[in-house]
């Protein structure tokens, strides 16, 4: 299959068209604002529907009623749009509701700036939404690797009945890059959404009874177990959607923990430090929730130090921590504000943790 040169918005876009994508709802907001322009004109082409919505509040509710009634519904938006569809995705998790959400995101916080910026990261993994709600989050580096996992994320909501989130940083969104696109899954029918879908609300037609999708349960048992339930799913998801790829952990003095844009400039600055003499490994989390606290046991006995290399002021060194479990010092790369660090100053930074752990 031959590749095409595609911006990474456009790509984003064209991966859940032909991942079967059947309905879009957005609202413009940079960086992302060529996956709704995208969509309008290409997603009515392949027979689904483009709406843009009055806001994002709007949107988020206008997908919900779409994927309720058995759509593939893909909606995307960056940070400050995302905080606003955050009580939607709450109500979407505990009505059991597939649908795939992109974040491009950017600085914050407020409307902060349209630069690249990695610090939604407890947004997506936390979540801004009430209860016990939890949403897998997937973290691409590459735009191949976002429309690889675009496509296949729809399957993932469909055999979860639940939200999951691509988290990509605005660099990756306006970026150009060549990428292999996958075939067209087409759209489901009407009666194959009925069979494979038997909760959807589809009309009544040959059905007994109605369905219903709601997250409303004023007894307290009758909640207590729908929660349970979740969390049984939840629980599965965690064991199957485990993602991480590694780099020269068994010889390495120097373990970076990075995602996304990021984890490429970490990789060019295990390079340089290469040069200097000193080993430098990577883990690569690509599902932020779960997160592989699995691949930190694969770090070698040289390491002296692990550290968390983030687009923002520490929020996945959390989890880097809680992972690392105090088998050694962690610390921290960052920047901020939408600033990205070169892999010069990475590796310098990088040197001069490590002679402080020494």
């Known amino acids: 299959m031959s590749k095409v040169l595609m911006k990474g918005n456009e790509a984003f876009a064209e991966a859940a068209i032909r991942g079967g994508c059947n309905c879009y709802f957005g609202y413009p907001i940079t960086p992302q604002n060529e996956v709704p322009e995208y969509m309008s004109h290409e997603l009515p082409k392949a027979g689904g529907k483009f709406v843009q919505a009055e806001s994002e509040l709007a949107a988020v509710n206008m997908a919900y009623g779409a994927a309720a009634s058995g759509g593939r519904v893909f909606i995307s938006t960056s940070s400050p749009g995302l905080a606003l569809m955050q009580e939607g995705l709450g109500f979407i998790c505990s009505c059991e509701v597939p649908l795939v959400a992109m974040n491009v995101s950017r600085g914050g916080p407020g409307v902060g700036g349209i630069q690249p910026g990695q610090a939604d990261y407890f947004q997506v993994t936390r979540g801004g939404y009430n209860g016990d709600a939890k949403i897998p989050v997937f973290a691409p580096s590459t735009i191949q690797e976002s429309v690889d996992m675009i496509y296949e994320c729809f399957d993932i909501a469909d055999k979860y009945r639940n939200p999951v989130i691509i988290f990509a940083d605005g660099m990756l969104g306006q970026m150009m890059e060549p990428v292999e696109l996958p075939p067209h899954k087409g759209l489901a029918t009407p009666e194959e959404i009925r069979e494979k879908k038997p909760w959807a609300i589809t009309g009544k037609n040959n059905h007994e009874g109605r369905n219903v999708v709601k997250s409303l349960r004023l007894q307290p048992d009758v909640l207590e177990k729908h929660v349970e339930m979740l969390f049984e799913k939840y629980a599965e998801a965690e064991k199957e959607l485990v993602r991480y790829k590694t780099m020269n952990l068994d010889e390495a003095e120097i373990v970076f923990v990075a995602f996304g844009t990021m984890s490429r400039i970490c990789a060019e600055a295990i390079e340089l430090l290469e040069e200097k003499g000193v080993k430098a490994g990577m883990i690569r989390?690509?599902?932020?929730?779960?997160?592989?606290?699995?691949?930190?046991?694969?770090?070698?006995?040289?390491?002296?130090?692990?550290?968390?290399?983030?687009?923002?002021?520490?929020?996945?060194?959390?989890?880097?921590?809680?992972?690392?479990?105090?088998?050694?010092?962690?610390?921290?790369?960052?920047?901020?504000?939408?600033?990205?660090?070169?892999?010069?100053?990475?590796?310098?930074?990088?040197?001069?943790?490590?002679?402080?752990?020494?």
């Open 285 to 358: 989390p690509i599902s932020l929730w779960p997160f592989p606290k699995k691949a930190f046991d694969e770090i070698g006995s040289k390491a002296k130090i692990v550290i968390s290399t983030e687009l923002s002021m520490g929020q996945m060194i959390e989890d880097v921590k809680m992972a690392v479990a105090g088998r050694w010092p962690v610390g921290l790369i960052n920047r901020t504000g939408g600033i990205v660090p070169s892999s010069i100053e990475v590796a310098e930074r990088a040197l001069k943790a490590l002679e402080e752990v020494k």
